[in-house]
């Protein structure tokens, strides 16, 4: 790959064709570890799917390599809601680990985002510098300044700490959760002195293992001392006048709560916002994915519309609901020109699954190259023919190709019973690859079987990657994070008492009234049952419980209205 390698190493933009998806991750790592400046780079994938895709091959193809994910925030434009805990944890920890890098630049690494992350401002990088607290068994901590850290970079006080953010205090044990960790942390104190720090499992609270240290982040993108709550409310009075009694927003920033949904009111926390290229290196090389510019323009769009929808609220809905007062989008997001701009002054590589004749390259590009990838093998016609062996057809590709042949599974379950299938039909000496050094110590004609979430395979220059849906047809896809979340939820449940706030993903805040059996269709059903504004009541059957999480804020929380606009 040394066209790769090369052609990445001056400014302006590069067409990377013939890049099906999974080889541009093995690309990427390549041209990060290969050595030639610069070293690291930033990544714009389409979506979140993308994301999360790429996290894994990179993994594969290079398990040494720091890979950095910077999700965006799973709430729409300018809404009531406040991002997920476990999204900001994700940020807040990528954007601590750029700010506190002390050798950034001198060590290969890769940071992973998205399109919507990308046009996000952020915070500034003074926010997160120096900002961490280190804690070891024999520290001191003092309780009353411990607690101001954690509330003040976000945190909030729960019962029972399950998910990042929270934390708890129980006479001489602190739990905590908070970003970077797997799991929580309890600190057994004797006196103000630490004496234990030990991982727990969330959902049974036992302990799992101990730990030698604690390092503790923010959990937030911004703070609620005291001049950040000036700032806010200079800032909010300075763009919507003075306000009125009915403002809970500025009322609970006032008076230093927390605000759910006050995120999509960040840059008037901050004296000035940044992006997120301005916490990498300034000779980082920046990469797209195929089609990101059209999903740049598609969330623009979306984000206008918001904007304007909440504006057309604001004067239409004043004495119904209580008033939604958003930010103009360019304190919030980049636009086009901005974007443009960050791609001046540095390698730039557009990634397409085409083969692109020089002839036809954008004009704004400098260059083009072939990375040598095409798509891989699919067997849709021996699945749908009769007379066709489907196996038969799998083992010919494997011994007629010169190259090492990867297998692909979505798990390491699938894997095992791919491995039995192709067993049963007379294809043998499989060999598990784990990484990419696996598959580079395998002979031409010999075939192994990797855990890769790969939909479809590709053809690179070293390997034919051949996917389980190429072989088997497309997989029936198990909800296996809904199912995890309506698990969570349900044993949350047996410690939520009646009057407890929960959400809905459509309908919004929500007070549980417990669970209880319903008549429907002329049979009994389990419900939770919840209650909104003005007394309307919602009933869900415990079928769909995955639609329902904690309600995630400090203090009491405001019930929306059953079908109002405000959720």
Same mark, same amino acid.
């Given at each position: ?114 399109? @919507? ?110 001049? @950040? ?19 809970? $927003? ?171 299938? $192709? ?70 449940? @047996? ?73």
């Amino acid at each position: 790959m040394n066209n790769i390698d090369n052609i990445l190493d001056k400014s302006g933009r590069v067409l990377i064709s013939g890049c099906p998806e999974g080889f541009d991750s093995q690309i990427l790592a390549h041209r990060a570890l290969s050595g030639i400046e610069p070293i690291s780079i930033l990544h714009i994938a389409r979506d979140e799917t993308r994301l999360v895709t790429l996290a894994e091959e990179l993994a594969f193809f290079a398990p040494g390599l720091e890979v950095l994910r910077f999700p965006a925030w799973d709430s729409v434009p300018y809404d009531r809601v406040s991002p997920h805990g476990e999204v900001v944890a994700r940020r807040v920890e990528t954007l601590s680990k750029l700010a506190g890098k002390k050798d950034i630049g001198a060590t290969p690494f890769i940071v992973i985002t998205t399109v @919507s992350a990308f046009l996000q401002r952020v915070p500034p990088k003074s926010l997160f510098a120096g900002a961490a607290i280190d804690i070891s068994p024999g520290g001191k901590v003092n309780l009353d300044e411990f607690t101001a850290f954690l509330v003040t970079n976000g945190y909030h006080r729960a019962e029972t700490v399950r998910e990042p953010g929270e934390y708890a205090l129980r006479g001489g044990l602190i739990d905590i959760f908070p970003p970077g960790t797997l799991e929580p942390l309890r600190l057994d104190l004797f006196g103000d002195e630490v004496e234990d720090i030990r991982a727990f499992d969330p959902m049974t609270q036992l302990t799992t293992g101990k730990r030698e240290s604690l390092t503790l982040i923010p959990v937030s993108e911004m703070t609620l001392d005291a001049t @950040s709550i000036t700032r806010f409310r200079t800032g909010y009075r300075e763009l919507f006048g003075v306000a009125g009694s009915h403002d809970p $927003l500025y009322e609970a920033i006032s008076a230093g709560r927390r605000f759910d949904g006050m995120e999509h009111w960040l840059p008037l926390f901050h004296a000035e916002m940044a992006c997120l290229s301005d916490y990498m290196p300034k000779n980082h090389a920046l990469t797209f994915d195929h089609q990101a510019v059209e999903a740049r323009t598609a969330r623009l769009e979306m984000i206008d519309d918001y904007y304007e929808a909440r504006k057309a609220m604001t004067t239409t809905r004043q004495a119904m609901e209580l008033t939604y007062k958003p930010l103009p989008p360019k304190d919030l997001f980049l636009d086009a020109k901005e974007w443009e701009a960050l791609t001046l002054g540095r390698p730039v590589g557009v990634f397409s699954p085409f083969k692109t004749p020089q002839d036809t390259m954008p004009e704004d590009y400098r260059d083009s190259v072939d990375a040598g990838g095409r798509g891989g093998r699919d067997f849709s016609q021996e699945r749908t023919r009769p007379e066709a062996n489907l196996f038969d057809a799998v083992s010919d590709v494997i011994k007629g190709e010169k190259r090492p042949v990867v297998i692909t599974a979505f798990s390491a379950g699938a894997r095992e019973r791919l491995t039995g299938l $192709l067993n049963d039909h007379g294809i043998e000496k499989l060999v598990h690859v784990e990484n990419w050094g696996d598959v580079q110590s395998m002979a031409p004609s010999s075939a192994g079987l990797a855990v890769l979430p790969l939909d479809t395979g590709f053809r690179s220059p070293q390997a034919l990657f051949i996917s389980e849906q190429d072989i088997l047809g497309q997989r029936l896809a198990r909800a296996t994070t809904r199912r995890r979340k309506a698990e969570d939820f349900i044993s949350e449940a @047996s410690s939520l008492t009646e009057g407890d706030l929960v959400v809905h993903v459509e309908h919004g805040v929500g007070r549980f009234d417990g669970l209880m059996t319903i008549d429907a269709g002329g049979a009994p059903h389990d419900c939770v049952q919840l209650t909104y504004e003005g007394g309307d009541k919602l009933f869900v059957p415990v079928e769909n419980i995955e639609i329902l999480s904690r309600y995630g804020s400090e203090g009491a929380g405001r019930l929306d209205k059953l079908g109002g606009a405000s959720w």
